[in-house]
T-cell receptor
């Protein structure tokens, strides 16, 4: 149980285009989803927290107009990187939890490797 | 503010030997502590957590961690390392203000045959 999937696993795009990454909870309802970015030297940075049906809460320094997050249902959240540039190349990971479980653990997706040319 | 420190970038250990991956924390209030493991190009997998109760917490794949309040530490341990344990390990603490997890910088564990 508690499986989270991400799609695509890998994407290469041209500079200036937009890329959408999906995060799905497969066997539970995710009231809260988190989006992280992992840099090449391994540190994991929380970008935003999204609750179903409401606007995402972005961490300081994260551009909300560039990283659009939608959590339209209890099983799906999407991250759209708009007008992507090479510096947006990174490993993006989502996690999900359900009401009351954030106290315990988050369940992570397998990640999406974004490369912007 | 909550924070987690993993003082070692890398830990090397021979297969069959015990391993320890260190983590110290700084929190206000009761700490909720976690260990996750990440294999190459994969997301994070939950290993174990401390919420309350026994200071020695047992988790997946034979790992355990000891909560030490006086030393504000939550070191990850395993009595006998396997080559397959080689991965990146993250310690995390739950933010007291909400659901967020605050991660350490990670420690790469390398187990040599």
């Amino acid at each position: 149980g508690a499986v989270v999937s991400q799609h695509p696993s890998r994407v290469i795009c041209k500079s200036g285009t937009s890329v959408k990454i999906e995060c799905r909870s497969l066997d539970f309802q995710a009231t809260t989803m988190f989006w992280y970015r992992q840099f090449p030297k391994k540190s994991l940075m929380l970008m935003a927290t999204s609750n179903e049906g409401s606007k995402a809460t972005y961490e300081q320094g994260v551009e909300k107009d560039k990283f659009l997050i939608n959590h339209a249902s209890l099983t799906l959240s999407t991250l759209t990187v708009t007008s992507a540039h090479p510096e947006d190349s990174s490993f993006y990971i989502c996690s999900a939890t359900t009401s009351g479980r954030a106290l315990y653990e988050q369940f992570f997706g397998p990640g999406t490797r974004l490369t912007v040319l | 503010a909550q924070s987690v420190a993993q003082p070692e970038d890398q830990v090397n250990v021979a297969e069959g030997n015990p391993l320890t991956v260190k983590c110290t924390y700084s929190v206000s209030g009761n700490p909720y502590l976690f260990w996750y493991v990440q294999y190459p190009n994969r997301g994070l997998q939950f290993l174990l957590k401390y919420i309350t109760g026994d200071n020695l917490v047992k988790g997946s794949y034979g790992f355990e961690a000891e909560f030490n309040k006086s030393q504000t530490s939550f070191h990850l341990k395993k009595p006998s390392a396997l080559v397959s344990d080689s991965a990146l390990y993250f310690c995390a603490v739950r933010d007291s203000g909400g659901d967020k997890l605050i991660f350490g910088t990670g420690t790469r564990l390398q187990v040599f045959p």
